[in-house]
Structures are given as C-alpha cells and as structure tokens.
C-alpha cells in the first residue's frame, strides 16, 4: 500500500487548531489536513481524525472554531497537538470564550473564524466538516505573525494516533 509520507517531507503548510462545543462538552485538536476550498460561496474544510475526542464533540457541533497560532505561542499549538481531550481539559489551560453556535475560540490565537458546519462526509480514518464561515477575529497587526507550520510541530508526539 502506498503511503503519502514521502509528501510529508517535501511540503509545509499551515497547521490549525480546531475546537469544537455540544452538549456541554468542550474539545479541541492540532490539524494539518484543512484549506479555504471555495470562493463564493466562501467556505473552508477540516478534516478530522475519528480517533480523538474532537470529532466526536465536533460531530454534535453546529459550529466549529479553527484557529491560525503564531509560532511566538507555539506552547498552544503542542497543548493542542500533544494531550488528548479524553485525558486533559485543555481548556483549563488556555484562555477561551464561547463564540458562535457555543464554539470556544482560543483569544491567543493570531487569527480564527467560526464556521456553521454545512456537511460532513466519510473520508476513511478523517471525516470531512464543510464549514460556512459565519464570524471571524479582527485582523491581524502588522507586521503579520510568522504561523505554526507542519515542520515547527512535525516531532511532535500526538496526543493520539491520527
């Protein structure tokens, strides 16, 4: 079976953190899969891995918040990435407010928008969230802060198996 790892060592690109709220329940994980996928409508997709807590509190969610971390707050994105919700409540740990839908954004963050969950869809271990952008952060200052990119957090141990 051929295996996309060899991809892993030739590209970098944005790592999120996606948090998710439903029924009183609170998550939230380091992602890698994610990208804006449409202009108009303007929407944006996250993958989410059926192993960790955060797909099953997303899967409850309305909305979802992604998060863009700057690396001068790198700590975020290993808390994010390295504990797992079933463990840890990384919440304790952070500064948070509820948002949109319930959705907890992480006000160190450098940038985030909380998207409507428009559709999910089964991609195997990942499970697609199509998100409508509904709220965002003011802009960022400039000069623009340099973001957590998949080689800052390529040795990371995860908090689960992805």
Not at 65 to 79: K, M, P, Q, Y
Not at 94 to 100: F, H
Request: aromatic share 8%; net charge negative.
């Amino acid at each position: 079976m051929a295996s996309l790892d060899v991809m892993h060592d030739l590209i970098d690109y944005p790592m999120y953190i996606v948090t998710a709220a439903a029924d009183g329940d609170r998550a939230g994980c380091l992602v890698g899969f994610a990208s804006p996928c449409s202009i108009r409508p303007p929407r944006f997709a996250v993958w989410l891995s059926t192993a960790n807590r955060t797909f099953r509190v997303a899967s409850r969610a309305t909305h979802l918040a992604v998060h863009l971390v700057s690396r001068d707050t790198l700590a975020l994105a290993e808390l994010f990435g390295g504990e797992t919700g079933d463990e840890t409540d990384k919440f304790q740990h952070v500064a948070w407010e509820p948002r949109t839908g319930g959705a907890p954004v992480l006000r160190d963050a450098a940038a985030w928008f909380v998207g409507r969950v428009h559709h999910r869809d089964d991609g195997g271990d990942h499970v697609l969230f199509l998100l409508d952008p509904v709220e965002e952060s003011p802009p960022a200052p400039e000069p623009h802060p340099r973001i957590v990119m998949f080689h800052d957090v390529a040795r990371l141990d995860p908090g689960h198996p992805a």
